[in-house]
Every structure is written in C-alpha cells, then in structure tokens.
C-alpha cells in the first residue's frame, strides 16, 4: 500500500507495518526511537513493525509504502533493511539508479517486492559494515535472538550459545564489524524497549521493570537514569507523545526566523527567557538533539538552499552572518565533508 503524507510537525506516527519511508521534500529534523536524525536526504529510510518517526519540522511530504509481514520470510537478506542495529536502515537513494526507477512511480501492484529487493542489493554494494554476506547473516541472526530474549536475562556467554555457529567468533565479528559488544546491544535494546513502553503506555514503572527482565524496580530506575540521562519518571514526562509540545515548536520557530543572524546560544536563551544551560538541557531532553546542532543544522539548510539558487559563496557567506568567506566554507566543509563549491558541482551533475 502507497499512501502521501503531509506530516504534521512533532506528532508520532507508529509503524505498524514493514515500511519504506520515502522523503519527498522538507527541511528539518526526523526522529525515529528517540534518535534524532538530520541526514536524510538522498536515503530511502526503511522501518519495522514497532517503532515510529516524528517529523520536527511542519513542511515534511512523505511516501511511505507498507508491505505486508511475509516480506521478511521471501529472503534473509532484506532484514538488513528492516532490523536495525545501530541507526537507520536506509539506503542510499541518489547512488541507486533502480531505486529511483521504481519510486518515480506513485502507484505499486500489491504483492511488489522489486523495490525491497533492489535495496537490498544496493545495502550490501554500499556495505556500510564492511563484511562479507555470511558475517552479515550470523550478525543478522544475532540481532534476531536479541529481539527475542533481551527480557529474559540471558548472560553474553549464553547468546554466544545460541548464536556461534560456522567457526565464528560472535564476540569478535560484532566488535570488529559494527563496533559494539553482545552485551552493548542486549542493554541499548532493552533501554529501547523500556523507553516505548514508558513513552507509549500508562503502564507502572514498577510494571515496565518486570516485563524488561528486571527483578528489582529499584535497579531499573537507576539503570534507566544511568543510560539515558533521566529518571523514568522523568522521560516520561517530558516526551510528548500527543505532539502537543509548544516548547518544541517554539524553538524550531526561533531558530529558522533568526539562525542566519544568531549563531550564539545566548541569544536563543534571552528569547525564551531561560539560561543557556536550562535550555539546552531542555532541548536535549525533549529533542534529542543538542541546541547548537539544530542551529548548524538550519545553517546548512540555508547554505544549500542559496548555492542550489547560484548565489555566490562571498554573498552566501554574508547572508548567513559569518565575518570571513573562509570561516563559511570551512564551516561547511566540516558539516558536510564537502566545500560549497563541491557541493554545488555535485548538485548539476
């Protein structure tokens, strides 16, 4: 199914089926399991039953396309796609000429897996792990165990039970391959977890800690304070699930109207009436995101915006508020990996 979405500026949209979410156009921010990400363009972002995307930014136009469940059971290898392990699972649209092909098309037949299966030949190209296919699969497999036990208090060495197979080293191929230990990823998911069900449901806290596999609510409250920064309680009061946030949408609102003026932290503070640490942690906690990133983040936004226009990169430079052309470029440079010139030619390629 193919359905067009005008997304509404900090509402929770729940993915309720294997889907691809295909960004039409927008400038701001995505949140996906309370991650915030700002490099989405150019990607075909795939999600899995369970998590969900909000959109910070009132102008998002999105495709998404669901497919039904049996999409995991035609091939193992499209859970790279699906199963994420450390951040999104996204393919790199602008390098994938099939891809493109495809979602040139607003209709699909039903039952149409092409899509799925051009991603996937073009994740394992782009080979984001630097591992060969086998590896991909037992770390795949790992991943699904995981997504199984994590409640059930299972050590490392029994995973690696489960798990080791073909002479493999789990252990080490996850280490080696994407950077983190067995046990990182059982705890990140059951913090996950516990995040969508104190976000999402009423359920107790003391409720939350069972059902996560831990004995003691007590230990709970702290491993969540540790992980995330804030207590339970806490997290569950400031995420706003009904996108009913005014604070959220007021600081997004000042940032555009003034970002090309104000670089400065303290400027935004004296606005909101707040000090820069109080709004800083405040953006942090409800965002995801730190104060300084969203202000870069419009930078950028606005530089690219005048380069694709043909603005010179001296008139860019003033427009954007920086005394130097070169500390605009080499501002630029450092948050795209590209200078404004290159990122010019690569755009009338």
Request: charged share 25%; glycine share 4%.
């Amino acid at each position: 199914m193919v359905n067009k979405l005008d997304a509404e500026i900090n509402k929770v949209y729940f993915i309720n089926k294997y889907t691809l979410v295909h960004i039409l156009s927008g400038t701001g921010s995505i949140e996906v399991d309370f991650k915030n990400y700002m490099d989405w363009e150019d990607k075909a972002i795939y999600l899995s039953k369970g998590q969900y995307i909000k959109f910070l930014s009132d102008d998002f136009q999105v495709r998404l396309i669901e497919f039904p469940d049996e999409i995991l059971f035609k091939s193992k290898d499209v859970r790279v796609l699906f199963k994420h392990l450390i951040a999104l699972g996204y393919i790199n649209f602008k390098e994938c000429s099939e891809c493109q092909q495809y979602l040139e098309n607003t209709v699909f037949e039903n039952g149409n897996y092409n899509i799925v299966d051009v991603s996937a030949k073009q994740w394992y190209w782009q080979n984001p792990f630097q591992a060969n296919k086998e590896e991909y699969q037992i770390i795949f497999d790992t991943k699904d165990i995981i997504d199984q036990e994590y409640a059930n208090n299972l050590l490392s060495k029994d995973l690696v039970n489960l798990i080791d197979k073909n002479g493999y080293n789990v252990q080490h191929l996850l280490k080696n391959k994407i950077g983190f230990s067995l046990k990182k990823l059982i705890e990140s998911k059951r913090i996950l977890e516990s995040k969508k069900q104190i976000a999402f449901t009423d359920k107790s806290i003391k409720e939350v800690s069972f059902k996560l596999g831990f004995k003691d609510p007590a230990y709970f409250n702290r491993v969540f304070t540790y992980q995330v920064g804030q207590s339970p309680n806490k997290f569950r009061l400031n995420f706003d699930f009904e996108g009913n946030n005014s604070f959220i949408q007021d600081v997004i609102e000042l940032v555009r109207m003034h970002h090309r003026q104000e670089h400065q932290l303290g400027f935004y503070a004296q606005k909101m009436n707040l000090s820069v640490k109080t709004l800083s942690k405040k953006v942090k906690d409800d965002m995801h995101i730190s104060l300084g990133k969203l202000i870069r983040h419009e930078l950028i936004t606005s530089s690219k915006s005048l380069l694709d226009q043909g603005y010179g990169v001296q008139d860019i430079s003033f427009q954007l508020g920086f005394e130097e052309v070169s500390h605009f470029s080499n501002f630029f440079s450092h948050q795209t990996g590209s200078t404004p010139s290159q990122f010019r030619h690569q755009k009338v390629q």
